[in-house]
C-alpha cells in the first residue's frame, strides 16, 4: 500500500516537472521575439513614417485596426512581447501624439494616438522591421491614395469576375465586384467629384468593360465605369450631390457603399440602424474567433463565442461602425448574436435558434406546472370590467391559458389570478392604464350677425262726385267714386294732395314711401369641461309644437330646431389639441300640412389647435334677396304719374354665424386658469 502511494507520488512529481517544462519550452517560444523600439519620422505631405524594431523577424504579417473617434490605429503582434522599457512613447512635430505599448499573454498590441485621423498603408515588413506609412485622409490638403488592400507580394496576375450593383435597404448605392482570389491589391482615391478603385495587377474581362447608368435605382450613384489601365483595371463610380463611402470585403467579394451625407452623420447612422464608432480592419487568412476578439477588444463588450465558430475569412474594412462590422463577419460565416444586457453571445445561426427554441419549450413548460397566485388590484381611475377585458380578450391576451380576471364592482377592484409572470404582467398593465385622464376646458363663442335692408313705394287715389267719371251708360245715375288703393308697406313717409271743385267734388292724390335699415348681433358664450378623448356636447335652440289629430284625439308633437356643437378632444404628445368638431344649424321652414318643416345646415371637420388656441369657423352664412310689385295696368306704365298705380318693395336680409372654440388643457388640480 505505502509502495503505491509512493509510487503515484512519483508519477505526479514527474507529471508536474513534465508540465513545468512544457510551460517553459512554450514560454521561451513566444518570447522568441519582442519589440525593441518604435520611431516616427516626419516626411513631406505630411505623411509620418512608424518603424517598428523587432528581436528577429516577424513570422508573420500584424494585424491593425483604426478607429475614428477617438482617432487612433492599432497593430497587434503574436508571439511577441514587449521588450521596452516604457509602456509609454510620446511623439511631437506631427498629428502623431503618442503610443502605447500593451503585452496580453504572447501578444503585443501598440495603440497609435492621433490628434486627428490619418489613413494608413498596410504594414510592410523590412528585415527586422515593420514599416507603417500614415497619411492625410482624402479630401485635406496633400492627401494621397487611399490603399486599401496590398498587392501579394508576388506578381501574380488577378482578374475579376464581375461586376454589379443595387439599392441598399437605406437608400445607399452597393457596387460589388468579385474577385478572382482575396489577396487582389485595391487602391481607392476620391478625384474631385468621382471616385476611383483601382485594382492592381488585375485584368478586366472584355465583358465587363462597359459603362453602367444607374440613375433609376435612385441612389446618390450615377454612372459605373470600367475599364483597362495598364496592367491595372479601373473603376470609376460617380456619385451626385454630397456624398461618403465606406468599402469593405469578405473573401473574394469587395463592396463599396455611397450613402447621401446629411449634416447630421450620428442621426444617419443612428437612422440606418448603426451608432458604433467607425474602425477600419485589413486582416487576411484571420479565424472568425480572432475577428471577433479584436471587435471585443475594441468595445469593450463582453462576448461569449460558442465553441462551435471556426473558419477563417479576410476581411478588409474601412471607416465601417463597429457594429456595422460584427453583423458582416456574422453573415460571411452564416453566424447569429443575441444580447442580454452588456454580454453577446454569438454562434451558428441554427445553435442560436435551437436554443432559444429550447428556452421557450422550457418557459412553456414552467408556465404549464408552475402554481397560480391571486392578487388584488383597487382602481382608482379606471373601470374594472374594462381591465378585465383587456387582460383576458382572446385576440391578445396578456395573461395566460390559465389567468382569469373577476371584478367586483362595487368597490372596483380586480381579482387577478394567474402564474407570478403572467401576474408581472398584469400589475404593468394595470399601473400604465390606471391613471388620471386629463381634462380639458372648451369654450364656444357663438357670434350671429343679421342686416336687413327694406325699401316700398306706391301710391293711393281716390275721387267723389263723379270728379272722374268713368260710369258706364249703362249704370245709375247716382252718386259715383273711383278709387285707386297702391300704398307702399309700412310707415313710411306720405306725400298728399286734395283737390277740391265748386260742386263740392275731390281728389285725392298721395305718395308712400319708407325704407327700414337693421342691424343685430346675439352672442352666446356656452363652456363645458371634458376628459381627453370624450366627446363634449353644447346645444342652444327651441322645440317647435305642432298637433296631430288621430283616431285617439289631438296631440300636441315637438320638433327640434337648435343650434348644437360636438366637440371630442384628443391631446397630443406635444400638449396641443386635435378637435373633432360637428357644427349643425337647425331653423324653421315652412310648414306643410300644419307641420313645421326644419331646415339644417352642418359643417364636420377635424383640426389640430394649440393648447389655449382660438379655432374660428365661419361659412354659415344666408342671404335673402325679395323684390315685389303691385300694379294697374297700363296706367302704371304713365311717366311719374304711374306711381299713383302701383307699388314696389325691395327687402334683403343677411345672415351669418361664426363659431370661436378655444380648447385649454387643464392642470392636475382642474383649474381653470
Do not use: C
Not at 498629428?95 to 495603440?111: F, K, M, P, S, Y
Not at 285725392?508 to 352672442?523: P, R, V, W
Not at 310689385?629 to 298705380?645: E, H, M, Q, S
Amino acid at each position: 500500500m505505502k509502495h503505491l502511494n509512493y509510487k503515484n507520488h512519483m508519477n505526479l512529481v514527474m507529471a508536474a516537472l513534465t508540465f513545468a517544462a512544457f510551460i517553459s519550452m512554450h514560454s521561451a517560444a513566444s518570447a522568441a521575439n519582442s519589440v525593441e523600439s518604435i520611431t516616427a519620422d516626419n516626411m513631406p505631405n505630411g505623411v509620418v513614417q512608424i518603424r517598428i524594431g523587432l528581436k528577429d523577424a516577424p513570422d508573420a504579417n500584424p494585424e491593425i485596426f483604426s478607429i475614428e473617434s477617438p482617432p487612433r490605429i492599432a497593430i497587434t503582434l503574436g508571439n511577441t512581447e514587449s521588450g521596452m522599457e516604457k509602456k509609454s512613447q510620446d511623439f511631437t512635430g506631427s498629428e502623431l501624439r503618442n503610443a502605447n505599448i500593451i503585452q496580453a499573454g504572447d501578444r503585443t498590441r501598440i495603440v497609435f494616438n492621433l490628434n486627428k485621423m490619418l489613413t494608413y498603408e498596410a504594414p510592410v515588413i523590412e528585415g527586422n522591421s515593420i514599416k507603417i506609412l500614415l497619411k492625410q485622409k482624402e479630401g485635406t490638403p496633400g492627401a494621397a491614395i487611399s490603399h486599401f488592400a496590398e498587392a501579394n507580394v508576388q506578381s501574380q496576375k488577378h482578374s475579376l469576375r464581375d461586376i454589379d450593383f443595387h439599392r441598399g435597404k437605406n437608400g445607399e448605392g452597393r457596387v460589388q465586384v468579385d474577385l478572382s482570389d482575396p489577396n487582389v491589391g485595391i487602391d481607392i482615391r476620391q478625384q474631385g467629384k468621382v471616385l476611383l478603385v483601382e485594382f492592381l495587377k488585375t485584368n478586366l474581362p472584355q465583358n465587363l468593360k462597359r459603362k453602367l447608368d444607374v440613375n433609376d435605382f435612385a441612389t446618390p450613384v450615377q454612372t459605373i465605369d470600367a475599364f483597362d489601365q495598364g496592367e491595372n483595371t479601373i473603376l470609376k463610380i460617380e456619385p451626385k450631390n454630397i456624398w461618403e463611402y465606406s468599402a469593405y470585403q469578405t473573401d473574394n467579394k469587395f463592396y463599396i457603399d455611397i450613402k447621401q451625407v446629411i449634416e447630421d452623420k450620428k442621426a444617419e447612422r443612428k437612422r440606418l440602424g448603426y451608432t458604433g464608432d467607425k474602425l477600419t480592419l485589413n486582416f487576411q487568412n484571420i479565424t472568425t474567433r480572432e475577428a471577433i476578439g479584436v471587435i471585443a477588444d475594441f468595445t469593450n463588450l463582453n462576448m461569449v463565442i460558442s465553441d462551435s465558430v471556426g473558419g477563417s475569412l479576410t476581411l478588409r474594412l474601412k471607416d465601417v461602425p463597429w457594429d456595422q462590422a460584427l453583423d458582416i463577419i456574422l453573415d460571411a460565416k452564416n453566424l447569429d448574436k443575441r444580447e442580454n444586457g452588456n454580454v453577446i453571445q454569438i454562434g451558428p445561426r441554427e445553435e442560436i435558434a435551437a436554443k432559444e427554441k429550447q428556452s421557450k419549450t422550457a418557459a412553456l413548460e414552467i408556465e404549464t406546472l408552475e402554481p397560480l397566485r391571486t392578487e388584488s388590484f383597487q382602481l382608482s381611475y379606471t373601470k374594472g370590467a374594462d381591465i378585465a377585458k383587456l387582460l383576458t380578450d382572446d385576440k391578445q391576451k396578456i395573461l395566460s391559458k390559465r389567468g382569469s380576471a373577476v371584478v367586483d364592482a362595487r368597490t372596483n377592484t380586480i381579482f387577478v389570478q394567474d402564474t407570478p409572470s403572467g401576474l408581472d404582467e398584469a400589475r404593468k398593465i394595470i399601473k400604465q392604464l390606471d391613471v388620471s385622464v386629463r381634462q380639458v376646458s372648451i369654450e364656444a363663442r357663438f357670434v350671429e350677425a343679421f342686416e336687413s335692408f327694406s325699401r316700398t313705394l306706391g301710391g293711393k287715389l281716390n275721387s267723389t262726385n263723379n270728379v272722374i267719371n268713368t260710369v258706364p251708360a249703362y249704370y245709375s245715375t247716382g252718386t259715383a267714386n273711383a278709387n285707386v288703393n297702391l300704398p307702399g308697406h309700412g310707415s313710411g313717409g306720405v306725400l298728399g294732395l286734395v283737390f277740391t271743385a265748386q260742386n263740392g267734388a275731390a281728389l285725392n292724390l298721395e305718395l308712400t314711401a319708407s325704407q327700414i335699415d337693421g342691424k343685430t348681433k346675439s352672442i352666446a358664450s356656452p363652456r363645458v369641461l371634458t376628459a381627453d378623448s370624450t366627446p363634449a356636447l353644447i346645444e342652444q335652440g327651441t322645440e317647435i309644437p305642432y298637433a296631430t289629430v288621430s283616431a285617439a284625439g289631438t296631440s300636441v308633437q315637438f320638433k327640434d330646431a337648435k343650434l348644437s356643437l360636438k366637440v371630442t378632444p384628443k391631446i397630443t404628445p406635444d400638449d396641443n389639441v386635435n378637435l373633432k368638431v360637428t357644427l349643425t344649424q337647425d331653423t324653421v321652414g315652412a310648414v306643410y300640412g300644419g307641420v313645421p318643416s326644419i331646415n339644417t345646415k352642418k359643417v364636420d371637420t377635424q383640426v389640430l389647435v394649440e393648447n389655449g388656441g382660438t379655432l374660428v369657423i365661419g361659412g354659415v352664412y344666408t342671404q335673402n334677396e325679395a323684390e315685389s310689385k303691385n300694379t294697374v295696368p297700363l296706367l302704371a306704365d304713365i311717366p311719374i304719374i304711374g306711381w299713383l298705380f302701383k307699388n314696389k318693395t325691395v327687402s334683403n336680409d343677411k345672415r351669418e354665424l361664426l363659431v370661436f372654440i378655444t380648447p385649454k388643457i387643464m392642470s392636475e388640480s382642474l383649474n381653470l386658469h
